[in-house]
């Protein structure tokens, strides 16, 4: 049997914690949208601010672990665009929940 390389799996590893948070993000950013369009609670608003704020961390942290590596430039196109994207989402919903 074939001994498992660490940093192969630490990259998998990864890339899978990557993939988790991206939808839960989305999901936050959108109960935040939600909430803010319909005039929900400001306490929930100041809420998920502060868990938009966490997570783009979390996300940051995850997406700068993963672009040390540099494997897969396929896979690595995806995670740069999509981490894009929900880094100018959270921006523009902060932006809007502040207003």
Known sequence: MRELDVKHVAYHVLVGLYFIWLPVFAILIALTINSTVYMGNMELSKILLLWIFLNLVIGTSLFAVIRLF?????????????????????VTTVLITIN
């Open 70 to 90: 540099g494997r897969n430039q396929k896979l690595g196109k995806v995670i740069v665009y999509s981490y894009y994207v929900m880094a100018a989402a959270s």
